[in-house]
């Protein structure tokens, strides 16, 4: 069991999240005293009677003031057993980015629902970018339990709801009252038809696949170290699988091979080394490697189009005739995706970049099959994208596209001449760097 | 294109995969973010506070580039009131770890007699501290500025990203943060820009004295508890470096068992009764500790939301 389970949690506003991310971080005893003695202060001033637990959660001030939570707001809580990571996202239709960001770092996700109203439209939508983004493991809290006088009727018609949303994916679900701590960290007497556990018992024993090191080696340069003339070291962080002295290994985009001759790390040379850790690789050959190029064992893809699930998180729409800088893993690269995009909106899509990308399939490898979509006009992080399937270059006439053809094609579909010496300057930088 | 290529390693399955403990996955996660910056921005620099995250930060850094030295500069932002023994550790380890230091002081405030008795604590520290870090950023200009700082240090800080976008003016603005998934950082600045680099984000205070105790990480003697000679007023318990500090006539100073939690200008920093004196005794007392280790800091106590209203000035 992994000592450490990062959690994200999802549900419409007013499920009660906050209330319940109070409770966990209040029971488990992460929040301090002088937390709770200026939350009751902050609390004279919105609620009367006894502590309100989402106050603990709430981070802003103009948030506060609002009365909303707006933003990914991270948490950490740990118990004897495990340290927890937890990435508190609002619920709000509009910032279905803000659940994206949360759930692409995260093992499991608590999904809430009001007993009183059951799945919503919103429950679903939480539910599929969560799917979307890899998680496998699922909470469902069947919150507000007590206003609904503990009905196990009302409990199960939600679960049945949710076997049908959540099939194919693993998922516990828990009856709970978060205002008044049922099955939250503690089983209830309250529902004595349910078996258990309790929230906090879930997730402290529940196993998730985060088993990385299973996976075919991946090692994205990061940095190339030297020191001296004796010393040509690849810095960089292990994505999956394990690396061992003397293995094979192969630098792509340039196809060749040679073996590892030193594993070195702050601490002394290692034998060998896994996923996550971050080292620094000596090669037994001189290849010509820099950052962004990719230490690989096993068949990766190594192309410059590919179909990916993306979620636009900007609010100027994505144009398909603009350019967009994409970063994958450490290589920074154009891209084009031919269709538009609405702000949070979710579709798939063909992507092709101006440069080969070495990816796996996000489902294989989430680390080499991710990228984010930067807007090169205002450099805002526009887009995530989840890789899919690699798909054949059928426009032939774009392929063989010369550099000024390229420049002048980009230029032209360009809205403002600002952006278009964005956008050229941009292509440039990258027919340069190649 | 050419994709085959056998895998390394043993089979999978056969062996049960080695895993690696929480602390070493925060440490693999932090040497990633340092990395990252030293390859995308041009003149990033350390802000090295002398706490213990610092220290901590600082150890990462030499990982990250090991075998090579550290390739940026750390840079205090010396108020003048620091405590003595803080400023005599901060050289010792700029010398051990053969970094560059540079020491900024609002020159100009400290000639005009900036003190917290006299000019309050929140202009105190906007003088020293906010403006005098303004300063030192743009005579180096610097586009990058690691800090030490931890998510879960304070609720404002939960929101805060590993990459805090900084404008013109250094100030933060809550609504133009960007999105920040997986651990893919988005590195493109518009001219005039910065980023505030937070490589501890995930990290909490018991991860940071595990880490020092794993390590065996240096840190200032201040942390630990000694008889100290203190002025203590009710809950407070104040070692009087400075004498501008007031004590009345009635007032005497006291020999305290006592240490700091946290590390910062000795007029604004209360000591705790303590027995602790080695590191795991410090883990020990932490782990039955209901206190957090801001609420010995003055300074954020000054105004609802006060470190919040700090951080859109510029402030760490
Ligand atoms: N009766 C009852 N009220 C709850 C429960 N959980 C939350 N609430 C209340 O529902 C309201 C919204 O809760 P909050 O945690 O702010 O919801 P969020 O918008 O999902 O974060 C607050 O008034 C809570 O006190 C529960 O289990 N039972």
């Given amino acids: ?434 | 294109m050419p994709t085959a290529q056998s895998v390394a390693g043993p089979a999978s399955g056969a062996t049960p995969q080695p895993r690696l403990d929480h602390l070493r996955r925060l440490e693999a996660e932090s040497i990633h973010i340092l990395r990252e910056v030293v390859a995308e921005f041009e003149r990033p620099v350390m802000m090295y506070s002398v706490g213990k995250d610092s220290s901590v930060m600082l150890r990462l850094a030499q990982k990250a580039f090991h075998p090579a030295p550290i390739p940026f500069p750390l840079l205090h932002i010396d108020t003048t009131y620091k405590f003595k023994e803080m400023i005599e550790f901060r050289d010792r380890m700029a010398a051990e770890v053969g970094a560059k230091l540079i020491v900024h002081i609002n020159k100009e405030a400290i000639a005009d007699g900036t003190q917290p008795f006299k000019v309050g604590t929140q202009r105190c520290c906007q003088l020293l501290k906010t403006t005098g870090l303004l300063d030192a950023l743009a005579e180096g200009q610097f586009d990058a500025a690691f800090g030490g700082a931890r998510r879960d240090e304070e609720r404002s800080r939960a929101k805060e990203r590993v990459f805090s976008l900084r404008d013109t003016h250094g100030q933060w603005d809550p609504k133009r943060q960007r999105p920040e998934l997986w651990s893919l950082l988005n590195s493109r600045l518009n001219p005039g820009e910065s980023i505030r680099v937070f490589p501890l984000s995930n990290w909490t205070e018991i991860d940071i004295w595990q880490y020092i105790h794993a390590e065996n990480i240096p840190v200032v003697p201040l942390y630990f508890a000694k008889e100290r000679e203190a002025l203590v007023r009710g809950d407070s318990i104040l070692v009087r470096e400075q004498s501008f500090v007031p004590m009345l006539p009635s007032e005497k100073t006291q020999m305290v068992k006592c240490r700091m939690r946290s590390l910062g200008c000795s007029p604004c920093t209360g000591a705790i009764r303590s027995d602790a004196t080695t590191v795991p005794m410090i883990i020990e007392e932490l782990v039955a500790a209901r206190n957090s280790e801001r609420q010995l800091r003055i300074i954020d106590h000054d105004q609802d939301g006060s470190m919040e209203v700090k951080k859109r000035e510029g402030y760490f």
């Fill in chain 1, 1 to 434: 069991m992994p000592g450490l389970l990062r959690i994200c949690t999802a549900g419409s506003v007013d499920d009660g999240k906050s209330t319940l991310i109070g409770r966990l971080l209040h029971d488990s005893r992460s929040v301090y005293e002088d937390q709770i003695s200026s939350v009751q202060k902050a609390s004279k001033n919105r609620v009367a009677g006894p502590i309100d637990f989402s106050l603990f959660t709430d981070g802003l001030k103009a948030e506060r003031e609002q009365g909303i939570t707006i933003d990914v707001a991270y948490r950490y809580f740990a118990t004897a057993h495990r340290k927890f990571i937890l990435a508190d996202t609002p619920g709000h239709e509009q910032y279905t980015r803000n659940m994206a960001t949360g759930a692409s770092t995260a093992d499991l996700a608590i999904l809430l629902v009001d007993a009183r109203q059951g799945v919503k439209d919103q429950s679903r939508r939480h539910a599929r970018i969560a799917r979307l983004l890899g998680i496998t493991h699922f909470v469902v809290a069947v919150n507000k339990m007590d206003l609904v006088g503990f009905d196990k009727a009302i409990y199960d018609g939600i679960c049945a709801e949710f076997a049908e949303i959540l099939k194919g994916s693993s998922f516990h679900a828990i009856p709970m009252s978060a205002l008044e701590g049922d099955n939250v960290i503690a089983l209830s007497e309250r529902t004595p038809w349910f078996t258990g556990p309790s929230l906090l018992e879930h997730l402290e024993t529940v196993e998730v696949d985060t088993d990385v090191t299973a996976k075919p080696f991946r090692f994205p340069v990061q940095i190339v170290l030297r020191p001296h003339q004796d010393f040509r070291g690849y810095a960089g962080q292990i994505q999956s699988g394990i690396v061992h002295r003397g293995d094979e290994v192969t630098v792509w985009p340039s196809g060749r091979s040679t073996a590892v001759k030193r594993i070195v790390t702050y601490d002394g040379d290692v034998e060998t080394a896994f996923a996550p850790m971050s080292v620094t690789l000596v090669l037994e050959d001189e290849i010509d490697i820099s950052r962004g190029d990719t230490l690989v064992a096993g068949p990766v893809q190594v192309g410059q189009r590919f179909q990916a699930d993306i979620v636009w998180m900007d609010e100027r729409p994505l144009d398909p005739t603009r350019m967009y800088v994409l970063k994958h893993s450490t290589r920074v690269v154009t891209a084009e995706i031919d269709r538009p995009f609405e702000l949070n909106a979710i579709h798939s899509a063909v992507v092709r970049t101006s440069r080969p990308i070495i990816f796996d399939s996000y489902t294989d490898n989430r680390a080499t099959g991710s990228f984010i979509l930067i807007d090169p006009a205002t450099n805002f992080t526009c887009g995530a994208g989840m890789i899919g399937l690699p798909t054949e270059d059928d426009r032939a006439s774009r392929a063989n596209e010369g550099a000024a053809e390229r420049l002048a094609r980009i230029a032209r579909a360009a809205a403002t001449d600002a952006e278009a010496v964005a956008a050229v300057r941009a292509a440039l930088e990258d027919i340069i760097k190649y």
